[in-house]
Each structure stands twice: as C-alpha cells, then as structure tokens.
C-alpha cells in the first residue's frame, strides 16, 4: 500500500509538471498576438516535435531498433484522437462561449476514470472518486465565475456535443499512452506521436494558415522540444500512477491559467477563481496520496 501512494504521489508531480507546460502552449497564440489559428500553431508544434526527435533519432546506436513498434495502429490511433479531440476543442470554442466549452471540455478527467475502470479494470477506491469529484467542481467553479454557464443560445447545442466529443477523445488519448507505455520505450512513443501527428494535422493546419512574422513561425516550431518535455512528463506519470489517478490531474490547467493570465494578461484572481484553485488543489493532493 505504501510502494502505491508513493507511486502516485511521483505520477502526479510529473503529471503535474506537464499540464504546466501544456499550458504554457494553450497560450501561446494569445501571447503572440499574431492572429495565428490554433490548428496552424499545434501542427507547427507536432512538425517541431518531429524534427526534433529525428533528430535525436541519429543519437541513437541502433535505429531500427528504435523504431521497432508491435503497435503502428495504437500510435497512430493515440495521435489521432489527441489531434482530433484539440481540434474539436478548438471548433467548439469558436462556435459557442468559449468559457463554455471549456467547461464541457473538463468532462475528459472523469471520462478518464470511467474509461481506466471500463477499459483498463483499474480499482478506483471511494476517496478517489472523492478526489477526482472534488477537482472537477473546483475547475467548474473557476470557469462559471467566468460566465461559462450564463450564455447559452440554442445554436450552441451542435457545437457543445463536439466540445464533448473532443473530451471523450483527449480522455480516450491518456488511455491509449497508458496502453503503450506498458509495452513501448519512451522515445518510441515520443517519436511516433509526434510523426502521426504531424501527418494527422499538416492539412487542417494548412487550410488554416495565417502568414505570420518568421521570428514567430521559429517560436511555434519551438513549441515542439517544450511539448516532448511535456509528453515526456506526461509517459512518466503513467508509467508510476494509473489513468485514473492521473487523468484528474488535468484540472491543474486552471490554476496554470490563472497564474498566467494574471502575469501576462493582468487578469486578476477573484474570490471564486480561488475558490476553485483551492478545490482543484485539495482534490488533486488526496489522488496523489491515495493508495491502491
């Protein structure tokens, strides 16, 4: 029991440590103010990461070895739903209050779980549950206090089954890394997401292409070593914790951007706001010491 808490405390510091530099990518484009579109901004991320790790790839002493995979399909299927679900994100939030399919959009923690005891028959104790209900409030609580459940027309209900479709596939993505991370090597993994991905996305990115200053095409293809490190948190928080232990995790990203907007953007943080944080934190600090 002790060798699990520990185990779970470590998987949710690296998972911890990814959702930051996550985070930092989901605002890049703010940050740019480039008017870049999110799909062009994540397939620059993916052809980053590619080159990079074919780069690294020539570091390696036996290279077919390497990229040696008994699971093609899982590889591409993991890249295909993280693409996919951030693209229906990120039409969701184009077509509807972008607060409000955020909030749809937290559903992927829970979907998580669900699917880790479904698909993976992960034991989820009672005070997990409680924990992972707990981080779920408090991200809600911090997007309703930004108006994620005021507005909502009937024209949004098309595009909040898509923002929840995309939840279902980014949950189904940490299930499918806990998948190959049982069998695969993690540069394998890193490589071949980052090489589905890039094929997967290099259309709907370019049929959204914005011309953008050079300095700032280099800054996004530089999102791709920032997202490996980020990757490669994320594979050794699966490897130590279970998906349901770590799929909550995700519900960090709110107090990530409420850090970052209050440096960058001066958007203060309000009463609910911490509120939230502090559900968020409480919940995520019970999976952490949670036991098997």
């Given at each position: 029991m002790q060798v699990q808490a520990a185990s779970n405390l470590t998987g949710v510091?690296?998972?911890?440590?990814?959702?930051?530099?996550f985070s930092f990518i989901y605002i890049s484009g703010k940050l740019s103010e480039t008017g870049?579109?999110?799909?062009?901004?994540?397939?620059?991320?993916?052809?980053?990461?590619?080159?990079?790790?074919?780069?690294?790839?020539?570091?390696q002493r036996d290279i077919a070895r390497t990229l040696s995979t008994t699971q093609p399909v899982l590889h591409a299927c993991r890249a295909a739903a993280g693409g996919i679900g951030g693209v229906a994100a990120i039409f969701a939030a184009a077509h509807m209050p972008v607060a409000s399919a955020s909030a749809i959009g937290l559903m992927d923690g829970l979907l998580t779980v669900l699917l880790g005891v479904i698909?993976?028959?992960?034991?989820?104790?009672?005070r997990q549950w409680m924990a992972t209900i707990m981080s779920l409030t408090g991200a809600m609580t911090v997007v309703g206090s930004q108006g994620a459940f005021s507005?909502?027309?009937?024209?949004?209900?098309?595009?909040?089954?898509?923002a929840l479709l995309g939840a279902l596939l980014v949950a189904l993505e940490s299930i499918l890394i806990k998948a190959l991370v049982r069998a695969?090597?993690?540069?394998?993994?890193?490589?071949?997401?980052?090489?589905?991905?890039?094929?997967?996305?290099?259309?709907?990115?370019?049929?959204?292409?914005?011309?953008?200053?050079?300095?700032?095409?280099?800054?996004?293809?530089?999102?791709?070593p920032?997202?490996?490190?980020?990757?490669?948190?994320?594979?050794?928080?699966?490897?130590?914790?279970?998906?349901?232990?770590v799929g909550p995790i995700r519900y960090s990203w709110v107090l990530y951007g409420a850090a970052f907007g209050m440096l960058f953007f001066d958007e203060?943080?309000?009463?609910?706001?911490?509120?939230?944080?502090?559900?968020?934190?409480?919940?995520?600090g019970w999976l952490a010491t949670s036991k098997a």
């Open positions: 510091l690296w998972a911890l440590a990814g959702m930051g530099l870049a579109s999110a799909l062009q901004i994540m397939w620059l991320r993916y052809v980053g990461g590619f080159v990079t790790m074919a780069l690294a790839l020539w570091t698909v993976l028959r992960e034991h989820v104790s009672p507005v909502w027309g009937t024209d949004s209900a098309g595009p909040a089954l898509i695969e090597s993690t540069f394998t993994v890193l490589f071949y997401v980052n090489f589905f991905g890039s094929l997967i996305l290099a259309w709907p990115g370019l049929a959204n292409w914005h011309g953008i200053p050079v300095q700032w095409l280099l800054a996004f293809l530089m999102l791709g920032v997202a490996i490190l980020a990757q490669y948190c994320n594979i050794n928080a699966f490897r130590r914790a279970n998906a349901s232990v203060p943080i309000t009463l609910p706001t911490g509120l939230g944080i502090t559900l968020v934190l409480v919940g995520g």
